[in-house]
């Protein structure tokens, strides 16, 4: 599957995995939240950023969980690094600066070799998350280490697949670099990563961005793609309500 995004709904598509023999839900600490799942090197993830930020305040002004998961864009790449490519980056990077204002360079398609494997970038943010293992309230320093890495690609035109690349990122946010660096290398984290990708494949997740809220152990998308604030807001007191109606049912 080749990189593939909608202009019109706002979605990059997921490509398909291999399945694996095991997958670990995250645990959580409160009845409902609201789940956003994303991939840091997804253009309209990046132009969704400000969204992503007001779900987060519009959750916790609800009273529920809000939880970042990573999403598996492009595991791997492969897609040869050609002329064609980057002439369908250009033009999907230019409407969606245009559509969201969020700013964009495009010094990243001057390398003659680049491999668009969105892995790396998503286990860097698994390990910070891991790293911050019950010390980061509702994920809000994860979801500045996320942003941290869109900015430095989109904007900077660094590569994310390189190590280094998360050596300011990791210095900025008061992450030990080199605890970074030795879970980033291990093959556990590589592991845990993949499974999440496999986790919101199972929750039906086709593109990103994406929203869903949890109930319980019940996980329910709530849509795909450039998504306004209205409809998360809709959904949130949707489920609210249920689960009111609920207790009062027992």
């Known amino acids: 599957m080749t990189l593939s995004c909608d202009v019109e709904t706002g979605t990059c598509s997921v490509s398909d995995l291999a399945p694996k023999k095991s997958m670990q839900e995250r645990e959580y600490k409160h009845d409902m939240s609201l789940i956003y799942i994303g991939d840091p090197m997804c253009s309209w993830c990046w132009g969704s950023s400000s969204i992503v930020k007001d779900a987060r305040e519009l959750a916790l002004d609800k009273g529920i969980q809000f939880s970042v998961i990573v999403g598996g864009l492009r595991p791997g790449g492969g897609d040869e690094w050609n002329d064609s490519i980057k002439r369908f980056l250009r033009k999907e990077w230019s409407n969606i600066q245009q559509a969201t204002k969020q700013p964009f360079s495009f010094k990243i398609l001057d390398r003659e070799e680049f491999n668009y494997d969105t892995e790396p970038s998503c286990r860097a ?25 869109q900015y430095k690609f989109y904007v900077g035109g660094e590569d994310p697949t390189s190590l280094n690349f998360y050596q300011s990122i990791c210095e900025e946010h008061g992450v030990d670099f080199a605890q970074f660096s030795q879970k980033f290398e291990s093959e556990e984290m590589k592991d845990k990563t993949y499974e999440e990708f496999q986790l919101n494949r199972g929750w039906n997740i086709k593109g990103f961005p994406s929203f869903a809220l949890r109930i319980g152990n019940q996980v329910t998308p709530i849509g795909s793609g450039y998504m306004q604030i209205e409809t998360i807001n809709k959904a949130i007191e949707t489920a609210i309500t249920q689960v009111e109606q609920n207790k009062l049912g027992q």
Not at 135 to 140: G, I, L, Q, V, Y
């Open 125 to 149: 943010v698994y390990v910070a998350r891991d790293l911050w293992l019950g010390e980061d309230d509702n994920d809000r320093k994860l979801l500045e280490f996320f942003s941290a890495i």
